[in-house]
């Protein structure tokens, strides 16, 4: 095994590399004898935030028990009765010292936002405004509300909230919160990017103003590199053991992440290097249409959605990104693509045989995965799709799992594959970042793209994660309108064009990593941002 993949190779043919082993020096924490061990901890920093950027499974749980005081760590010695004096001599002179004092005297407080919000239904009965309250401690909480937009749903029972409603509601209850640490386990599942972007703020300005030290797990790199003063990385082999790195500059690790390669550590991380394209693609010219699509509309009964579609050309082997805020109507259009439903006017009566991963998967039947997708294709076992698909998508590990045990990623996982592996003219993935780990993000966005390449495959993919879009897409489909009342999806554009009309409705630029390309949010109403706007350019160099 070469470290990422855990177990068996599911390439034929691997560079084997410097991939991570496991360190020579003592553990801060092993769970047992050859069970998960912990290397290295987070440094908590009042008045900055502090982001990690890793792969789920390697620790991060685990580092922040640590520091909330709820687990002692053995320093790799799990026979013996654990205690803070040997850690606090451990990292005496470090920038862990003071905080593990205040610890030791019980001086240090601790709120907390779980990973998965889906299961706050499970844990409270009441209403959002009843569990809410109990979390006012700074006395902030009616900004939080209307900052976060949360107000419509603050008298709604919360097992009626939709997952980005939960997303913001546990936002606002850990940030009403007067603690001296806050630890944040993702703070953009199901949220949209202006949705991202606010929490990323309300975050900002609660280190900076009231002195916080928070700690933020995200894997959206936009956000992420938006959002943290410094970074540790943590690598590993999720379920082995993880490596948190001492901290680096946010711009120094991230791009250090995305070429796979750790200076400081001397570690590869990934065979591949992510790079990005700094201007946009030049208008190619265009392979025949796979499709012409009339102007289409669909509104859900009297009175509620309604969806506008400017009718418009897909080309044959495109990748086209579609974006826009929540509510919007982006699983409708895709919906009706796919002939889940029919436009009330306008006729898609085009004969395409489409593969469609909707947003909210159901695939839970009894039966393993290996049986499910052996039934999708008969390339199931085969080199190609193996190199193609579960190598990519991590599959290997799970596939004698039921498909009713499996995780949100995992679950993700299956269904991405289970597309790709359709033999079709068009494949229509809604959100397929959701749920995925920095890590896998990296790894399917690859494997959609390669599949498109190699297969000449015409996608619409649907995200929030600008990364993921800007890796992935050719064009881009834009929608606006009034969440959850109208919908109106533009006809598809050019890169620069749909960047440009979808981020100046939202008011944000993005500048470009002088080293990498990389495209960063600007600072708003920074110089660069003001230049920008002015030129009217939000994304691309000009
Ligand atoms: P992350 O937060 O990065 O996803 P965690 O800290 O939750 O990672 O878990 C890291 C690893 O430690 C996992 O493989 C998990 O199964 C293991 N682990 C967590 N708690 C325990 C425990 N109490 N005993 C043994 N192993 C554990
Ligand atoms: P998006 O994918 O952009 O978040 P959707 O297409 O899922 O948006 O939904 C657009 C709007 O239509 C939302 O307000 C949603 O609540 C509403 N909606 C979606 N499906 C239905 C339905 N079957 N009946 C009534 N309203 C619906
Ligand atoms: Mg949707």
Wanted: charged share 30%; glycine share 8%.
């Amino acid at each position: 095994t070469c470290g990422i993949c855990v177990e068996k190779c599911p390439f034929d043919a691997i560079e084997i590399i410097n991939l991570p082993t496991e360190l020579d020096e003592d553990p801060v924490h092993r769970y047992g004898e050859n069970a998960f061990a912990l290397y290295g901890l987070p440094v908590p920093d009042a008045g900055t935030v502090t982001g990690i950027l890793g792969p789920n499974g390697i620790g991060k749980s685990t580092a922040v028990h640590i520091l909330a005081d709820e687990l002692v760590p053995n320093l790799g010695n799990y026979g013996d009765e654990p205690g803070w004096e040997p850690v606090l001599d451990r990292y005496r002179g470090s920038g862990l010292q003071n905080y593990i004092e205040a610890l030791l005297d019980d001086e240090v407080t601790v709120a907390r936002k779980p990973q998965y919000v889906d299961q706050i239904p499970k844990q409270f009965d009441g209403k959002t405004n009843e569990l809410l309250a109990a979390t006012d401690e700074r006395g902030v909480l009616d900004e939080l509300v209307d900052r976060l937009g949360i107000r419509p749903v603050i008298d709604q029972p919360i097992d009626t909230l939709s997952g980005g409603e939960l997303q913001r509601v546990a936002l606002a209850a850990t940030l009403a919160r007067d603690r001296d640490f806050y630890f944040l386990d993702e703070i953009t599942p199901y949220l949209d990017i202006g949705q991202r972007v606010t929490a990323a703020r309300l975050i900002q300005e609660l280190a900076e103003t009231e002195d916080r030290a928070i700690l933020v797990v995200e894997h959206d790199l936009a956000i992420l590199d938006l959002l943290a003063d410094s970074l540790h990385i943590g690598y590993g082999r999720p379920g082995a053991f993880g490596v948190i790195t001492d901290p680096k500059s946010v711009r120094n690790g991230i791009n250090e992440y995305l070429k796979g390669y750790l200076t400081n550590e001397n570690m590869r991380i990934r065979p591949d290097a992510i790079t990005f394209e700094e201007h946009a693609p030049r208008e190619t010219t265009k392979s025949a249409p796979l499709v012409e699509y009339p102007s289409l509309e669909k509104s859900y009964g009297e009175g509620e959605f309604s969806l506008g579609v400017e009718g418009g050309t897909i080309y044959h082997s495109e990748v086209l990104g579609i974006v826009g805020p929540n509510g919007i109507g982006k699983s409708t259009l895709a919906k009706l693509f796919a002939g889940e439903l029919e436009p009330d006017t306008g006729e898609l009566d085009f004969r395409l045989d489409i593969a469609y991963k909707p947003q909210y998967i159901e695939i839970d039947q009894p039966m393993r995965v290996d049986a499910f997708l052996s039934s999708i294709t008969s390339d199931f076992g085969s080199s190609l799709w193996k190199t193609e698909i579960a190598g990519p998508l991590q599959l290997e590990r799970i596939m004698e799992q039921n498909l009713s045990d499996l995780s949100g990623g995992e679950r993700q996982r299956v269904a991405i594959a289970a597309t790709l592996s359709e033999d079709a003219d068009l494949y229509v993935l809604d959100e397929p970042s959701a749920h995925l780990d920095v890590e896998q993000r990296v790894r399917a966005t690859t494997a959609i793209r390669r599949y498109a390449e190699n297969h000449d495959a015409t996608v619409m993919v649907i995200d929030h994660d600008i990364y993921m879009i800007d890796l992935l897409a050719d064009r881009l489909m834009v929608f606006d309108g009034e969440p959850a009342v109208e919908g109106h999806a533009e006809t598809p554009q050019e890169m620069r064009e749909g960047m440009n009309d979808f981020l100046s409705d939202l008011d944000i630029t993005f500048r470009r990593d002088e080293r990498t390309g990389r495209p960063r949010i600007n600072k708003p109403d920074s110089q660069l941002d003001r230049k920008q706007k002015k030129a009217g350019e939000y994304y691309y160099a000009p």
